[in-house]
């Protein structure tokens, strides 16, 4: 999996990077719920379609299981749902639980890139083409849920992925409900959008998030119902919808469309690192801004999002030359 530096993972590592599914037989759980079949077209890799779903490794709404199945647990327009997903011998098995179990295996084709289209994709960069040819299993997910992609966008703003993941997982274990169905232990579906605006401000501080993000997410979720109305739109139209809300800027907007639109297009802007990394990739520039990552991206038009992730896992990343950024926690003031 590849990151901003080799040394450890980060968040542009979930980002672009995905999650290791062991291979095995999928578990079973004990209590029986509504289950789908699907074969897809061409190949599928579980990890790296599901990986940037996944915030951090102690991630409340997402496990990667020794058996080799992937579990989610989502608040969907139906309720809370639990989905478990495992591939067996090119025919997904999926198996849902919950008032949203028959929402999530309506969306599960979508959800493992049935709408996406890497076949259009053309490399021109030599790293990209190999990682390319390397991981033929990346389909571009679309969960069809804005809520669940922004609200951890806007934890992610400004701070270190540490105190991102940290706060997410805080706010949906003492916020959310338990994942309806035979889930992994300690797995949570998040608060509502009348549970995010209940939590008090102290609760916020001792997620350490600060005011502005806060404040950011209390917007979001007074309007839940118009940003999730966004899905039906293009991407451009909803990261312009999304960005209405002060406090969400294309950073957010477009980490947001990636998973709930699986646009292709939407390259993350205003990131410390990207520009550095695809710019040291294509053109041996470490310094690269957002002017210089954009031109460089301008080949893959239409496909921004895809050439970026491809090369984020292609693991040509540049060496670290200053020390890393140290990790806050306001909840201590």
């Not at 190949?43 to 790296?48: N, R, T």
């Amino acid at each position: 999996m590849a990151g901003r530096f080799p040394q450890r993972p980060t968040r542009t590592t979930v980002r672009g990077g995905d999650v290791v599914v062991p291979g095995g037989v999928p578990r079973q759980g004990a209590v029986a719920g509504k289950q789908r079949m699907w074969v897809p077209e061409g190949a599928l890799d579980l990890g790296l379609v599901l990986g940037p779903l996944r915030r951090g490794p102690g991630d409340p709404t997402f496990r990667a299981m020794p058996d080799g199945s992937v579990w989610r647990a989502s608040r969907t327009p139906a309720g809370a749902g639990t989905l478990r997903v495992a591939l067996r011998g090119g025919v997904v098995d999926a198996e849902a639980w919950g008032p949203g179990a028959e929402w999530l295996l309506d969306q599960l084709p979508t959800m493992l890139g049935a709408s996406d289209e890497p076949e259009v994709f053309v490399p021109r960069h030599r790293v990209v083409a190999m990682t390319w040819r390397r991981r033929p299993g990346l389909r571009l997910t679309r969960t069809g849920l804005v809520l669940e992609s922004l609200i951890p966008s806007v934890l992610e703003q400004k701070v270190t992925a540490d105190e991102a993941y940290r706060a997410w997982r805080l706010l949906v274990r003492k916020f959310g409900e338990p994942a309806p169905g035979p889930a992994p232990g300690r797995m949570c579906v998040m608060p509502g959008a009348r549970e995010w605006a209940l939590i008090p401000s102290w609760e916020w501080h001792r997620a350490g998030v600060d005011n502005k993000r806060a404040s950011t997410i209390l917007r979001a979720v007074r309007v839940a119902g118009r940003l999730e109305e966004a899905v039906g739109m293009s991407p451009v139209d909803a990261r312009a919808r999304l960005e209405l809300v002060p406090g969400i800027g294309p950073w957010t907007s477009a980490e947001t469309v990636q998973r709930s639109h699986g646009a292709a297009d939407a390259v993350t802007v205003g990131d410390l690192h990207l520009p550095g990394i695809v710019g040291f990739a294509l053109a041996g520039d470490r310094d690269a801004d957002d002017s210089v990552m954009l031109s460089l991206l301008e080949p893959y038009e239409g496909q921004r999002h895809r050439a970026a992730r491809l090369i984020l896992l292609s693991g040509r990343v540049p060496a670290r030359r200053v020390p890393r950024m140290p990790r806050g926690d306001i909840g201590k003031l």
